[in-house]
């Protein structure tokens, strides 16, 4: 039987309590609400019983006799949650193949299902569920007559440039912030992520490295205790994973980023959070033409291998004539 719509963002919001658990250094036993939780994300009550529901089956939370929910354990960075089932598989592929074309600018801004199912050789199922997903993250919404138009979306230098900007001027000033409060539990998780990841730079993922590295930066901001720093925070967290997978690493760069951290976590634990805002200001402005680049150089790398799907399908790209 195939997995209703409410599934994708049943998915996204369980990765989104995971996020903010990670976040706030939760510890196995911790209570859960789902006021607490909703009011968190911005949601009602209802989608967030949901994401719990999926991670009870994951074994993530548990419930308790008294019908209390705690946490179990929290998964490793990047691990999925949710179904790994055959419906779930082809939504995943067709969410990446939507992102990777989009990417490379060979789709238009307002498309329609029948097009993607007839271009993906995917079923209308996982084509509408990828598309209800990408809607959730913020990068694509309902157009009329059966038809979805494309939003803003982390796709090209400029646009990268642009978040990198957006970055510079929230992420210092959310370590300044008069509530900031990094608990030290975070702070030894993030300086064990980080020392783990320099020691195996050469071998991890893309993945890997941007779940970690973005969960860096997140968690920095959540510490802020501002909803509104946090807010855009996770939002632009999202729109940059869709390019985050794709991009190669700058294995130049791998080991400096984990040792910027590590220097921005050693000046918040002494207390010195101007120092720390410098540093980070540095670290993004170090990291902005470095990523830039490697975003040039996986676009044109998607437009070569989709060129010839492109002729195929009859989709007009952007700015060409039908």
Request: charged share 30%; proline share 6%; hydrophobic share 45%.
């Amino acid at each position: 039987m195939p997995r209703p719509p409410a599934a994708i963002l049943h998915r996204e919001l369980a990765r989104a309590i995971v996020e903010q658990l990670r976040a706030s250094a939760a510890q196995p036993g911790e209570r859960l609400s789902e006021n607490d939780l909703a009011g968190r994300l911005g949601t009602s009550r209802s989608p967030v019983r949901g994401a719990l529901q999926l991670l009870l089956e994951a074994e993530v939370v548990t419930r308790q006799e008294n019908g209390r929910l705690v946490l179990r354990h929290l998964p490793a960075v990047g691990e999925e949650i949710g179904s790994t089932d055959a419906e779930a598989d082809a939504v995943e592929r067709a969410y990446w193949r939507l992102a990777a074309d989009r990417l490379a600018g060979i789709l238009p801004d307002v498309v329609g299902e029948a097009d993607l199912v007839r271009r993906y050789e995917i079923p209308r199922g996982p084509v509408h569920r990828a598309l209800l997903q990408a809607m959730g993250e913020g990068w694509v919404e309902r157009a009329p007559s059966g038809t979805w138009r494309f939003l803003s979306l982390i796709d090209g230098p400029e646009s990268y440039d642009e978040s990198y900007r957006f970055r510079r001027a929230i992420e210092p000033a959310a370590l300044l912030d008069p509530a900031f409060d990094l608990p030290p539990l975070t702070l030894a998780r993030l300086r064990r992520e980080q020392r783990d990841l320099l020691e195996r730079a050469e071998v991890a993922s893309p993945r890997e490295v941007f779940e970690l590295n973005s969960g860096f930066h997140l968690a920095l901001v959540q510490a802020s205790n501002n909803r509104f720093f946090a807010d855009a925070a996770l939002r632009i967290t999202r729109l940059r994973r869709v390019v985050g997978y794709v991009i190669a690493l700058d294995h130049g760069r791998l080991a400096a980023q984990s040792t910027e951290h590590l220097a921005i976590l050693d000046r918040l634990e002494a207390g010195d959070r101007e120092e720390a805002a410098a540093l980070l200001l540095r670290h993004l402005d170090a990291g902005r033409a470095s990523k830039a680049r490697l975003l040039a150089d996986a676009r044109l790398k998607l437009e070569g291998l989709t060129s010839a799907a492109q002729e195929a399908s009859g989709l007009t790209p952007p700015g060409r004539a039908a």
